[in-house]
């Protein structure tokens, strides 16, 4: 089968890491590699079985995507978009506090070592 190809005046190249959201809730990775105003082109592993819709979430960015695949190849995926949604932005954490909750665990978990003797 040959491989479709995205509209050539609308397609964007871009290396988008992301991952598919299935029925059984386990994200399974893959790369957006091309898309254009309706649709994108999906690099997935060849023995992912895709059903004819599914959720997409970009990596890194606030957005979902509901998809139907078009077309299907060895390692590739065309899927038309036909919902969107952002997700809601997650409060940031000041360094000041990812240091000090990572230092008071790292302080106890030793602490823990030194008293049982098991430092493995």
Known sequence: MS???LPRDEKTEISWI????LADGIDRPCTVTDVSSSAMKIRVQNELDLPDI????IVGRSLIF???????GEHSVVAVVEKIAKLPSQPAVSTETKSAVHDDDRRT???TRRRTGSFS
């Open 66 to 72: 509901q998809v139907r695949k078009v077309w299907r």
């Open 54 to 57: 599914f959720v997409l979430k």
């Open 3 to 5: 491989e479709l190809q």
């Open 109 to 111: 978990r030793l602490d």
């Open 18 to 21: 992301a991952v598919i959201r």
